[in-house]
């Protein structure tokens, strides 16, 4: 099996571990097939979208998702270090409200799955990093909603960077709702 699967708090997001295979010449992993991802998941996911993002160290973008279209995500890093996050935003959930966070780096080569109904974000931890996600459904821009980072109902510990102080977000996640006023699943 080319991934180790593990679950997380919440038991619907999964960390995978492919197997890497590195020598003096460098390294080579696959990082997704479909075929293994099934077996090794027991899901039947169909990617539809690729996305790539950049950013620089202390941004933190999210917490994301899209009330009609939901994603479900499978993220990696290539380079750099994030600490991603996902929230159950699911009411008929036991785990409603309550959060993961994996740290996933280029050099861990660790992915998290993230169904569709979860919101998700990431802290840049690194100088920079790369960011990359498959999702299960296109980007709705009308139906993107944003949850505020630091809900206290929430209470998700993030590991800004020492002398950070506050993370650097884009406009819509700093105006983004607590879980109280947010439309979810």
């Not at 097939?33 to 790539?52: C, I, K, M, S, W």
């Not at 974000?121 to 990093?129: C, N, R, Y």
């Not at 949850?147 to 950070?164: K, M, Q, S, T, V």
């Amino acid at each position: 099996m080319p991934y180790t699967v593990s679950k997380t708090n919440l038991p619907d997001v999964l960390i995978l571990e492919p197997k890497v295979f590195g020598d003096a010449r460098g390294f080579f992993y696959e990082s997704y097939n479909a075929r293994d991802f099934a077996a090794a998941t027991g899901l039947q996911v169909e990617f539809v979208q690729d996305n790539h993002s950049q950013s620089a160290k202390g941004v933190l973008r999210g917490l994301h998702y899209q009330i009609q279209h939901a994603q479900g995500k499978l993220v990696r890093v290539v380079r750099g270090e994030v600490f991603d996050v996902a929230v159950d935003l699911r009411k008929s959930s036991a785990t409603f409200g309550q959060w993961t966070g994996v740290h996933l780096s280029a050099d861990n080569a660790k992915q998290l799955w993230i169904p569709p109904g979860f919101a998700h974000g990431f802290l840049v931890l690194s100088e920079s990093a790369e960011f990359l996600y498959k999702t299960t459904d296109y980007w709705h821009p009308s139906h993107e909603r944003s949850l505020l980072w630091n809900d206290p109902a929430l209470g998700i510990e993030w590991p800004l960077p020492a002398g950070l102080g506050a993370p650097v977000l884009a406009a819509k996640d700093a105006a983004a709702v607590m879980l109280s006023q947010a439309e979810t699943f």
